[in-house]
Nanobody
Framework: QVQLVESGGGLVQPGGSLRLSCAASRSIFSINTMGWYRQAPGKQRELVAR???????NYADSVKGRFTISRDNAKNTVYLQMNSLKPEDTAVYYCNFYIFAGSVAGDYWGQGTQVTVSS
């Protein structure tokens, strides 16, 4: 019903920046929550940042002050600006859309994009 397409991952040196994007494959009237999660090798998937329909945000403690999540409702897109990247930020990053109601209600995930922070 809805596919999420991610872009923006890659290899960056410590201290560098990357911007991730995630767009829905179709127009959606209302997306309740958009978020980014990550999974490092051998670890469980964890929440990185989340933004509600009204713009409220919450972040993992490990990324506060370095990462910023934002959304463009007209484009059904969520962004994650990542600054001051550290090697421990290396992981596969997944976007998530939660749609509470309507014909496409459900919990959707992107395919994942690799972020590698290394010198």
């Amino acid at each position: 019903q809805v596919q999420l397409v991610e872009s923006g991952g890659g290899l960056v040196q410590p201290g560098g920046s990357l911007r991730l994007s995630c767009a829905a494959s179709r127009s959606i009237f209302s997306i309740n929550t958009m978020g980014w999660y990550r999974q490092a090798p051998g670890k469980q998937r964890e929440l990185v940042a989340r933004i509600g329909s009204g713009g409220s945000t919450n972040y993992a403690d490990s990324v506060k002050g370095r990462f910023t999540i934002s959304r463009d409702n007209a484009k059904n897109t969520v962004y994650l600006q990542m600054n001051s990247l550290k090697p421990e930020d290396t992981a596969v990053y997944y976007c998530n859309f939660y749609i509470f109601a309507g014909s496409v209600a459900g919990d959707y995930w992107g395919q994942g994009t690799q972020v590698t922070v290394s010198s």
